[in-house]
T-cell receptor, first 115, second 112 residues
Framework: DAGITQSPRHKVTETGTPVTLRCHQT?????MYWYRQDPGHGLRLIHY???????DKGEVSDGYSVSRSKTEDFLLTLESATSSQTSVYFCAISGLAQSSYNEQFFGPGTRLTVL | GDSVTQMEGPVTLSEEAFLTINCTYT??????LFWYVQYPGEGLQLLLK?????DKGSNKGFEATYRKETTSFHLEKGSVQVSDSAVYFCALSDLGNEKLTFGTGTRLTIIP
């Protein structure tokens, strides 16, 4: 168990509302990632972080922002949710000294529905 | 850029059958290769990995060999069980890159 949790686990919201998803880790991994999973697309990287206050865009970053103010928390925000952002969102972590830096551990996921 | 191509699913097999899920990749450098498994309602778990050519990753009866000459990392298991029913993802990470590139996943169903 890599000590990674996501909240909420399920959320239903309406188009145009802001939504924030939280990823929390307990093991001091350097890297944190947000992915979305959609049928036929596998997992696609939204944003990732390589340290506190250090973030970068992934392949599907439009409409999403992130923040990492402390090592253990990585927040994903949809400023104005749209129906195309209905998806399952996964957080992942990597970079602990004892394991390969590119071996990622995944959270349980958040199912988001935008009506 | 980097890419991973996986065998189209879904795949349905009888218990104790032999399993192969094909995976080929395109990468600019010398990638590490991974297989992840996702059980229903859960996140992804690392199943096995290989970091250089001819390495064989293995775990829970599954194996995959890093074939640089064919740019492949096919997943195999000699005798599948109902509990192996899941979605399997092939992925790569290029040298010096902390990001993973995933295939689209292959849904496997094992019937008793």
């Amino acid at each position: 168990d890599a000590g990674i949790t996501q909240s909420p686990r399920h959320k239903v919201t309406e188009t145009g509302t802001p939504v924030t998803l939280r990823c929390h880790q307990t093991e001091n991994h350097r890297y944190m990632y947000w992915y979305r999973q959609d049928p036929g697309h596998g997992l696609r990287l939204i944003h990732y972080s390589y340290g506190v206050k250090d973030t970068d865009k992934g392949e599907v970053s439009d409409g999403y922002s992130v923040s990492r103010s402390k090592t253990e928390d990585f927040l994903l925000t949809l400023e104005s949710a749209t129906s195309s952002q209905t998806s399952v969102y996964f957080c992942a972590i990597s970079g602990l000294a004892q394991s390969s830096y590119n071996e990622q551990f995944f959270g349980p996921g958040t199912r988001l529905t935008v009506l | 850029g980097d890419s991973v191509t996986q065998m189209e699913g879904p795949v349905t097999l009888s218990e104790e059958a032999f399993l192969t899920i094909n995976c080929t990749y395109t990468a600019t450098g010398y990638p590490s290769l991974f297989w992840y498994v996702q059980y229903p309602g859960e996140g992804l778990q690392l199943l096995l990995k290989a970091t250089k050519a001819d390495d064989k990753g293995s775990n829970k009866g599954f194996e995959a060999t890093y074939r640089k000459e064919t740019t492949s990392f096919h997943l195999e298991k000699g005798s599948v069980q109902v509990s192996d029913s899941a979605v399997y993802f092939c992925a790569l990470s290029d040298l010096g890159n902390e990001k993973l590139t995933f295939g689209t996943g292959t849904r496997l169903t094992i019937i008793p």
